[in-house]
């Protein structure tokens, strides 16, 4: 039986080279965990959601990509996580995934053999668009009370609530 390229420690190596060349064009801020040729970490700047990290792995036979977007909700579980469902449905490449503790991630798989450019800059524009556009809604509906709670506290003690603009609506009396 003949050994598909694919499999090959040169597609590997190949696939981690346009990685590499491809981050370099992004123009995003990118490092590589010492003594680590296959892993990338790579820094989203946002609009909402400051800063996405991401982190590429050129497996064996798949480049991996996962993306932290927020915490565990306090609240509100059954709509939180419904609404990450749905728009599941809409992601290219990615999912919502969530791990042990209930924080939200973007995971997602590509064959080494699919590892363009073109598919890189794609994927990493989706994990910024998946995590900034939507960063508010999630923390509206997961962490509403929080929210509240902080506004209080900082009106209180006449500490800047401009951080919490994106949220005044829930601050208003009903």
Same mark, same amino acid.
């Given at each position: 039986?003949?050994?598909?390229?694919?499999?090959?420690?040169?597609? +590997?190596?190949? /696939?981690?080279?346009?990685?590499? /060349?491809?981050?370099?064009?992004?123009?995003?801020?990118?490092?590589?965990?010492?003594?680590?040729?296959?892993?990338?970490? &790579?820094?989203?700047?946002?609009?909402?959601?400051?800063?996405?990290?991401?982190?590429? +792995?050129?497996?064996?036979?798949?480049?991996? &990509?996962? /993306?932290?977007? &927020? +915490?565990?909700?306090?609240?509100?579980? @059954?709509?939180?996580?419904?609404?990450?469902?749905? +728009?599941?449905?809409?992601?290219?490449?990615?999912?919502?995934?969530?791990? *042990? $503790?209930?924080?939200?991630?973007? /995971?997602?798989?590509?064959?080494?053999?699919?590892?363009?450019?073109?598919? &890189?800059? *794609?994927?990493?524009?989706?994990?910024?668009?998946?995590?900034?556009?939507?960063?508010?809604?999630? $923390?509206?509906?997961?962490?509403?009370?929080?929210?509240?709670?902080?506004?209080?506290? *900082?009106?209180? *003690?006449? @500490?800047?609530?401009?951080?919490?603009?994106?949220?005044?609506?829930?601050?208003?009396?009903?």
């Amino acid at each position: 039986m003949e050994s598909n390229s694919i499999d090959t420690p040169d597609a +590997r190596t190949a /696939a981690a080279d346009v990685l590499r /060349a491809a981050l370099d064009d992004s123009g995003a801020p990118w490092e590589q965990p010492a003594g680590d040729p296959y892993t990338f970490v &790579v820094s989203l700047p946002g609009t909402r959601k400051l800063s996405t990290t991401c982190s590429l +792995r050129v497996g064996e036979h798949t480049l991996s &990509v996962n /993306a932290f977007v &927020v +915490r565990r909700p306090d609240e509100n579980h @059954e709509a939180f996580y419904r609404w990450l469902l749905e +728009r599941n449905t809409r992601i290219y490449g990615l999912a919502y995934a969530i791990d *042990r $503790l209930g924080d939200v991630y973007l /995971a997602g798989r590509l064959p080494l053999a699919a590892v363009t450019a073109e598919q &890189v800059d *794609r994927l990493l524009g989706t994990v910024l668009t998946n995590a900034d556009e939507p960063f508010n809604t999630l $923390l509206e509906l997961g962490f509403a009370s929080a929210i509240k709670r902080e506004w209080e506290w *900082r009106t209180k *003690r006449g @500490e800047s609530t401009r951080n919490l603009d994106a949220f005044t609506h829930l601050t208003q009396p009903s």
